[in-house]
């Protein structure tokens, strides 16, 4: 168990970029999350995937926003044409969920910087 | 909605004091709740998690806490506060449809040399 891996850990980019995140999760975590953290808040929930399907996306994500998860192991999470609002850490976190609450691990996280 | 809240956001404390952590919450079922510790640039690790049973649980690093159907609340306590202890708390917790977790804005605790 190697826990949960985001690459990369820093990224600096300029307004109008494109960016990828990736995210490996632990192995047999069957869901995975994507949160955005500003600084000074709280982890803000975005996305979530049970398997490969993506089974919610909050009102936080924009069009400009698209996540993947396509055979249900790693994920991407890419932003387009980004913003300095983009600006935060990305954190992902994996789950073996079953049935009803399970304990998130999370990943170290991606900092996004947009200049 | 569901919510947690955390009223504190910064506090100090001189170590080797005690210390408590105010997280309240606002759901209708039984709560599943978590506290999270992040040092800078860091991921979150986790404390310690309240799913049901005894409502006194016992975490990492010294850490407990207590679970108040009552106050709606879910304290985090330490008795001896180290200097490593420095860093962002987060209490949270499971919607009740478990489809997400939600946070707190997070409390963070300067310590005292």
């Known amino acids: 168990d190697t826990g949960v891996s985001q690459n990369p850990r820093h990224k600096i980019t300029k307004r109008g970029q494109n960016v990828t995140f990736r995210c490996d999760p632990i192995?047999?975590?069957?869901?995975l999350y994507w949160y955005r953290q500003t600084l000074g808040q709280g982890p803000e929930f975005l996305t979530y995937?049970?398997?490969?399907?993506?089974?919610?996306k909050s009102r936080l994500l924009s069009d400009r926003f698209s996540a993947e998860r396509p055979k249900g192991s790693f994920s991407t999470l890419e932003i387009q044409r980004t913003e300095q609002g983009d600006s935060a850490m990305y954190l992902c976190?994996?789950?073996?969920?079953?049935?009803?609450?399970?304990?998130?691990?999370f990943g170290a996280g991606s900092r996004l910087t947009v200049l | 909605a569901q919510s947690v809240t955390q009223p504190d956001i910064h506090i100090t404390v001189s170590e080797g004091a005690s210390l408590e952590l105010r997280c309240n919450y606002s759901y209708g079922a039984t709560p599943y709740l978590f506290w999270y510790v992040q040092s800078p640039g860091q991921g979150l690790q986790l404390l310690l998690k309240y799913f049901s049973g005894d409502t006194l649980v016992q975490g990492i690093k010294g850490f407990e806490a207590e679970f108040k159907r009552s106050q709606s609340s879910f304290n985090l306590r330490k008795p001896s506060v180290h200097w490593s202890d420095a860093a962002e708390y987060f209490c949270a917790g499971w919607g009740t449809s478990y489809d997400k977790v939600i946070f707190g804005p997070g409390t963070s605790l300067s310590v005292i040399p």
């Open positions: 192995s047999e975590h069957n869901r």
């Open positions: 995937f049970q398997n490969e399907a993506q089974l919610e």
């Open positions: 976190a994996s789950s073996a969920q079953r049935t009803g609450a399970n304990v998130l691990t």
